[in-house]
């Protein structure tokens, strides 16, 4: 049996229309299968912690699920997973961003992706990213889910500062939604962060690495945690990151005038970005931050709270994927 948790609203109202023509291929390989669609911020969540939980669902295992969305809906689900070693996952991207599928060479022809997934085998398993708030502020996003976890896992990176910043205003952006409908989608992010640095706070912070040496920042504009190459719709901020080694590609710009980070930000997008002074990059498989107020933090691009202590760990090949 095949669980598919559809977004229908993801590329600009498509999906329901992109599942109709999946589930087509369901039949025609007269597969069992149950689709249930999304209906707002946090129901993925709610639907994968159902399917993994109650035990009438435990009948074969692994359960299979299947999810046709975004980055954000494919993080909803990685939050609603009980237990990561009883489920296989299956991700047909048709979000804005797609940035979990960037690095897969996944193909373009949806047919081929379904052939991958219908086998109901695992192919790869990769690494998870843990994110725990040790501290959150009472303020939330624009669009948030109804409640908020004091954990949170990512699978493709999760920041704090400027790039979560950009997340948040990008979610509840009427830009995001028009140049989705006209096929532009990735232009949102960075049309937004030209805005967001051009305001960005000046403000310190601490970032102590897995073998105790911390890093003082006196300004820092953004710190990410990389599982995955890319975030952001394409910006190549981790471009050696393995998604295998139980290890983060921790990146983070400071102590640099603005002007030098609009120089970085076309290198970043290309992956040549780490020669630039301002510029840090460590490999590690657990990080603390603390930063003397709270910003925006985000765990694949979905933005619930603000924070100034946060703990981020590498999960080792905790996601069992079909494709």
Same mark, same amino acid.
């Given at each position: 049996?095949?669980?598919?948790? *559809?977004? !229908?609203? +993801? ?7 992109? &599942? ?9 390989? =007269?597969?069992?299968?149950? +689709? ?24 074969? @295992?692994?359960? $299979? ?41 996944? !193909? ?30 009472? !303020?939330?996003?624009? @669009? ?17 500062? #400027?790039?979560?910043? *950009? ?12 140049? =989705?409908?006209?096929?532009?989608? $990735? ?9 967001? @640095?051009?305001? +960005?706070?000046? /403000? ?32 190549? #901020? ?8 139980? $290890?983060?590609?921790? *990146? ?5 005038? *603005? ?23 460590? /490999? ?8 003397? $107020?709270?910003? &925006? ?17 590498? @999960? ?8």
């Amino acid at each position: 049996m095949f669980y598919c948790i *559809v977004n !229908p609203s +993801a590329r600009s109202g498509k999906g329901k229309k992109i &599942w109709e023509g999946l589930e087509e291929k369901f039949k025609e390989r =007269n597969l069992d299968y149950k +689709a249930v669609f999304t209906k707002g911020p946090g129901h993925a969540t709610k639907l994968a912690k159902s399917l993994t939980t109650e035990e009438k669902y435990f009948k074969e @295992l692994p359960v $299979k699920l299947v999810v046709l969305g975004g980055d954000g809906t494919l993080n909803e689900v990685m939050n609603g997973i009980a237990d990561f070693d009883k489920v296989l996952v299956g991700y047909i991207p048709i979000g804005s961003s797609n940035d979990f599928a960037r690095d897969l060479s996944y !193909p373009k022809n949806v047919d081929e992706l379904m052939d991958t997934i219908v086998r109901g085998e695992k192919v790869r398993s990769l690494d998870l990213g843990k994110l725990s708030f040790l501290s959150m502020t009472k !303020p939330m996003s624009r @669009l948030h889910d109804e409640t908020i976890s004091n954990t949170r896992i990512f699978d493709v990176s999760s920041g704090i500062g #400027f790039d979560a910043a *950009v997340c948040e205003e990008a979610l509840s952006s009427g830009t995001k939604n028009f140049l =989705n409908k006209i096929g532009l989608g $990735k232009l949102t992010y960075g049309s937004i962060a030209i805005r967001q @640095l051009l305001s +960005a706070e000046k /403000v310190p912070c601490d970032i102590i690495l897995d073998n105790k040496e911390t890093i003082h920042l006196k300004r820092f504009i953004f710190i990410a945690a990389m599982v995955h190459h890319y975030e952001g719709g394409g910006f190549n #901020f981790a471009p050696k990151a393995d998604l295998t080694d139980g $290890k983060f590609d921790l *990146v983070y710009a400071g102590d640099m005038p *603005v002007a030098r980070m609009f120089f970085a930000l076309p290198f970043s997008f290309i992956g040549h970005y780490y020669w630039i002074k301002g510029i840090g990059h460590h /490999v590690v498989s657990k990080v603390t931050i603390k930063t003397e $107020k709270p910003m &925006w933090v985000h765990t694949d691009g979905e933005v619930s709270v603000k924070s100034d202590h946060i703990t981020l760990e590498c @999960l080792r090949e905790k996601l069992h994927m079909m494709n």
